[in-house]
């Protein structure tokens, strides 16, 4: 089965429905309503500002969930939590799966898996390297992965999920191990007060090194708008993406709607 498109829903943070071929799957799942506070430890606190743009129960079926991490609420909430008991398997950290049991998957870095649909198409995921924070920061932020899926039909490469890190060697890493045609990136510059100016998911500046050294064709932006800790917009992301000249590979999502994207 050769899949040369996929169709791809921004409903908040880095919360995304995609379907590629026959399989329905769902990242990060954030579906809480705005208003309630959230701390995330070691004196990180936030608010949810913005509810989500499509209910849980409007979903549909889902087949998998892709989840970076499962330590922090702006990536699995309570409202998300209930979605992985109704789905077949989800992919996540080592650690995570250890926690979530049940229908969870570990991967290491590199470390991949298939997925194969009874009508025979298969997916291949390979966990990347992330690093939420400044260096030596994984014991207090914890262990976080990025994804890197492939299939039979891609025309421009394989298609990249950034999960919540910062710009640093790893990130390269995936530019130099594959080709990469479409990349969802994790941005929102996030930090807190008690950090002053250390930040821990990518910059607009951090974004865009990623964009140059990945050289994907296709950028799709999320994980910038809905929380108070997110201190980059979408409008800071996109002058900084112009005076780089890679405006013409950046595709914005409205939120809620459905995006064909060619892979």
């Known amino acids: 089965m050769q899949i040369s498109t996929v169709n791809v829903k921004h409903i908040g943070t880095a919360t995304v429905l995609m379907e590629i071929g026959p399989l329905r799957i769902l990242t990060d799942p954030v579906f809480d309503t705005a ?11 936030s608010v949810k500002t913005k509810s989500p743009a499509v209910n849980p129960e409007s979903l549909g079926d889902i087949d998998l969930v892709l989840l970076s991490h499962d330590q922090h609420d702006d990536n699995l909430d309570a409202e998300g939590r209930k979605i992985l008991k109704r789905v077949d398997k989800v992919i996540t950290t080592v650690s995570g799966a250890k926690r979530l049991k049940e229908n969870s998957l570990g991967l290491k870095k590199w470390q991949s898996t ?22 030596l920061s994984r014991p207090f932020v914890g262990e976080v992965c990025g994804f890197l899926l492939e299939w039979e ?16 060697r790893g990130v390269k ?16 510059g996030v930090r ?3 950090y002053g100016p250390i930040r821990f998911t990518f910059s607009a500046l951090e974004a865009v090194k990623t964009m140059k050294a990945i050289n994907a064709k296709t950028v799709i932006p999320i994980h910038y708008e809905g929380w108070k ?25 409205p939120l809620g709607e459905w995006k064909t994207i060619e892979v």
């Open 229 to 253: 800790h997110f201190h980059e917009s979408r409008k800071q992301n996109e002058e900084k993406f112009a005076a780089s000249g890679l405006s013409d590979r950046v595709v914005w999502l």
């Open 114 to 135: 298939e997925v194969t649909t009874p009508d025979g198409f298969t997916l291949k995921i390979t966990a990347t390297p992330a690093r939420h924070g400044p260096p």
């Open 192 to 194: 807190f007060p008690i």
């Open 173 to 188: 890493e995936v530019g130099q191990k594959f080709k990469v045609g479409t990349t969802l990136l994790h941005l929102g």
């Open 35 to 45: 208003g309630k506070q959230y701390y995330f430890g070691w004196g990180t606190n």
């Open 153 to 168: 039909g891609q025309r421009n490469g394989a298609f990249y999920i950034s999960g919540d890190t910062v710009w640093f």
